[in-house]
T-cell receptor, first 112, second 111 residues
Framework: DTGVSQDPRHKITKRGQNVTFRCDPI?????LYWYRQTLGQGPEFLTY????????KSRLLSDRFSAERPKGSFSTLEIQRTEQGDSAMYLC??????????FGQGTRLTVV | GEDVEQSLFLSVREGDSSVINCTYT??????LYWYKQEPGAGLQLLTY?????DMKQDQRLTVLLNKKDKHLSLRIADTQTGDSAIYFC???????????FGTGTRLLVSP
């Protein structure tokens, strides 16, 4: 068990392009979370999956953002028509329905 | 709404104890957490406490919870230079899965 894995670790994209990030949770963890962290701030919740069902979404998740977890294992987060304000660290976490949630190393997005 | 506040910065000398403080507003919090983040890295779960507990100790870490004042603290005994990082307090509300994080406290440990 290597923990929560995120890919890519870094992404630089031009404004207006679409980007997709992947998260592989800890094996058998049925709960998966996406957070966004901007410089100097704590992580902010974006969305939560239990198995393949997306059960919670933040108002931060505008219509340009979409997340999926098609088979209840890995998840993808897509941002369409990126803006400079989307530059942040995107963090994925997983848990097994217990209080502990374990985070990945994050994907740092820079929109230029 | 939910709000979690932390002081921004703490500086200690190696071998001293560090105490990082956090206040939260949500009286429905069920669990409170401490995470550690090193530069450019994700968050490492240090410890958590259930809201009906007053204290939890785990090796060098002691968590104190004052539910009446909505105050949480993390004490690190015998602080080492490797403890230098940003420490985040977070709370989890009843019925929701999301964690609400504070802005983090940067701990600097000098030799």
């Amino acid at each position: 068990d290597t923990g929560v894995s995120q890919d890519p670790r870094h992404k630089i994209t031009k404004r207006g392009q679409n980007v997709t990030f992947r998260c592989d949770p800890i094996s058998e963890h049925n709960r998966l979370y996406w957070y966004r962290q901007t410089l100097g701030q704590g992580p902010e919740f974006l969305t939560y999956f239990q198995n393949e069902a997306q059960l919670e979404k933040s108002r931060l998740l505008s219509d340009r953002f979409s997340a999926e977890r098609p088979k209840g294992s890995f998840s993808t987060l897509e941002i369409q028509r990126t803006e400079q304000g989307d530059s942040a660290m995107y963090l994925c976490a997983s848990s097994l329905g217990r209080p502990e949630a374990f985070f990945g190393q994050g994907t740092r997005l820079t929109v230029v | 709404g939910e709000d979690v506040e932390q002081s921004l910065f703490l500086s200690v000398r190696e071998g001293d104890s560090s105490v990082i403080n956090c206040t939260y507003t949500d009286s429905s919090s069920t669990y409170l957490y401490w995470y550690k983040q090193e530069p450019g890295a994700g968050l490492q779960l240090l410890t958590y406490i259930f809201s009906n507990m007053d204290m939890k100790q785990d090796q060098r870490l002691t968590v104190l919870l004052n539910k009446k004042d909505k105050h949480l603290s993390l004490r690190i005994a015998d602080t080492q230079t490797g403890d230098s990082a940003i420490y985040f307090c977070a709370e989890k509300d009843t019925g929701f899965q999301k964690l609400v994080f504070g802005t983090g406290t940067r701990l600097l440990v000098s030799p």
